[in-house]
């Protein structure tokens, strides 16, 4: 028997273990202060009162012989599937429910997708990067390259026809920096990856977020996407589903690489090794994307955003430099003078109260500074917004 050694390739600690940790040792020595986190990404607004009636309107259903479901369709129910195909149409998009899969959550496509390409692939990254994209390619055995995001590109990189890539991920507005690629350059993107024969997994997981209206929220929305690219979204930031779970792929039939259709590919893998969303969570999300519903969600969104701006302008008024906030719950702050990130982190937490997340877990390029997400309670926004004007 021999284990995957890929996978002992990776950190001991995923970044977000890291900072629970650290968390538990802080409220253990310091028991009568009060933590203000505004590091993991988790909502704390409840579901819209018509996401959650239609949740127990189905799990009724389930009780009753002539409403009882069992097994459903890998690929996720048609309402559903048809429901996110309108919701794609309202920005004039034609996106046809047979290529959309609805599944529990982006971070299990991002990692489940590996398992369409071979390991003999080159994968692309920027860096400062969303954990996941970086682990599960190194689980796979493939080799990783990264362009690095700056303050002069504004942790937008560029593609370089000199590096070669197989595999592509980009997020936008992106985790961990809310910086957001604006329609030229995604097109600048979807052209290089046609270029280089190259398939680009665009995670969309925060394009609710965006407030600007001449910001790209889909990479469909990018001629020539279609036959290159796969995105990712989810409904754990738009719609409080963290403690639910689903999200939505769409794979277009006319995404063919290497003589093979990843549509195809996709759907014979979720037959294979997914059993299908729950009915009732999928009732839940169809009401998401009804107009009471989307009203609902973006009151939520307005909230969140609120509190990005409320940390943002706290931030600068401090002298910091920051970026994000704008069309993404994600503030990305540098630390002052020659702080490392977890020097940083720790300065934050022990001398505030306040809790962010290290830029260092992000990668290299992400050492010397420091997110902080927007999803707390305005009540803690708030006080860590006055204490961050203390320092």
């Not at 309402?79 to 794609?88: K, N, P």
């Not at 529990?104 to 994209?133: E, I, M, Q, R, W």
């Not at 046609?194 to 469909?220: C, K, T």
Request: hydrophobic letters at 40%; charged letters at 20%.
């Amino acid at each position: 028997m021999k284990v995957n050694h890929n996978a002992l390739q990776l950190e001991s600690n995923y970044l977000f273990s890291e900072v629970a940790k650290r968390l538990r040792a802080f409220q253990a020595a310091e028991s009568g202060r009060v933590l203000l986190k505004c590091s993991i990404g988790d909502v704390t607004r409840p579901l819209p009162r018509i996401i959650a009636d239609a949740m127990q309107s189905a799990a009724e259903e389930m009780a009753h012989p002539e409403t009882f479901r069992g097994y459903g369709a890998e690929q996720g129910e048609s309402f559903l599937r048809e429901a996110i195909s309108r919701y794609y149409a309202k920005r004039s998009l034609s996106i046809a429910p047979d290529d959309i899969f609805i599944s529990d959550g982006a971070k299990s496509d991002l990692g489940n997708l590996c398992d369409l390409f071979d390991a003999d692939n080159t994968v692309l990254l920027p860096n400062p990067v969303y954990p996941v994209y970086y682990d599960t390619s190194i689980m796979s055995g493939r080799r990783v390259s990264f362009l690095e995001g700056t303050q002069e590109n504004g942790f937008l990189p560029m593609p370089d026809a000199a590096v070669r890539a197989d595999i592509i991920y980009l997020c936008s507005p992106n985790n961990p920096t809310g910086a957001v690629y604006s329609r030229e350059q995604l097109a600048a993107w979807v052209q290089y990856a046609l270029d280089q024969n190259a398939v680009l997994l665009f995670d969309a997981a925060y394009e609710s977020y965006i407030q600007d209206p001449a910001l790209p929220h889909s990479i469909f929305e990018i001629p020539g996407a279609e036959r290159c690219a796969i995105e990712i979204n989810s409904l754990s930031k738009m719609a409080g589903f963290t403690g639910v779970r689903c999200g939505w792929t769409v794979v277009p039939r006319t995404l063919v690489l290497d003589g093979a259709s990843l549509h195809d590919m996709w759907l014979r893998r979720m037959s294979t090794k997914y059993n299908g969303t729950s009915y009732v969570i999928q009732r839940a999300a169809e009401k998401v994307f009804t107009d009471e519903g989307q009203a609902a969600v973006h009151e939520d969104i307005a909230y969140y955003m609120e509190n990005a701006r409320l940390l943002k302008s706290a931030v600068t008024s401090a002298g910091l430099w920051a970026t994000g906030g704008d069309n993404a719950p994600y503030v990305w702050l540098k630390a002052p003078g020659t702080l490392g990130s977890w020097e940083f982190f720790d300065h934050l937490l022990y001398t505030c109260g306040i809790a962010g997340t290290p830029g260092a877990g992000f990668g290299t390029a992400g050492e010397g500074y420091l997110r902080f997400s927007s999803f707390g309670t305005r009540e803690t926004i708030l006080a860590a917004a006055q204490l961050i004007g203390t320092m």
